[in-house]
């Protein structure tokens, strides 16, 4: 089970609606399984078609995480017109076995539809997600 507060997934959605037609990514921080703190990185990808997270964002991020204790809790993106599923893709480049992937589909207008996997060695895992007050 992991732990998301309501006002970390508003920023992902809010996020998410701002970078149409593009994809969003960032990163969420805490302890353990419990997010806290939100970290949205500019997508480098050209045609926005897919995320790419801007490496000396993300490195500044990851070393800003160690000086303060807290964990990489999951690494976010949006997907403006497909459901809340890992494309191919995402199972490929994803390389933090540990890490939830969480993704917000824009697919459902008006109504937040967001999944978590854990994706180790190419399979996507569902898993069962808390939205805290
Ligand atoms: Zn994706």
Not at 72 to 92: G, K, W
Not at 104 to 133: F, H, K, P, W
């Amino acid at each position: 089970m992991w732990t998301i507060p309501r006002p970390l997934l508003n920023r992902i959605l809010d996020h998410a609606r701002r970078s149409l037609p593009a994809e969003c990514v960032g990163l969420l921080s805490g302890q353990g399984k419990t997010a806290s703190a939100w970290h949205p990185l500019p997508n480098q990808s050209q045609d926005g078609r897919r995320f790419y997270a801007d490496e000396s964002a993300l490195i500044q991020v990851l070393r800003q995480l160690r000086e303060t204790g807290e964990d990489l809790v999951a690494i976010y993106h949006s997907h403006p017109d497909s459901e809340a599923v890992p494309s191919l893709t995402d199972r490929q480049q994803a390389h933090y076995p540990n890490t939830l992937y969480l993704i917000v589909s824009l697919l459902t207008s008006g109504r937040l539809e967001m999944n978590g996997y854990l994706i180790q060695d190419g399979e996507a895992i569902l898993q069962e997600l808390l939205i805290s007050d």
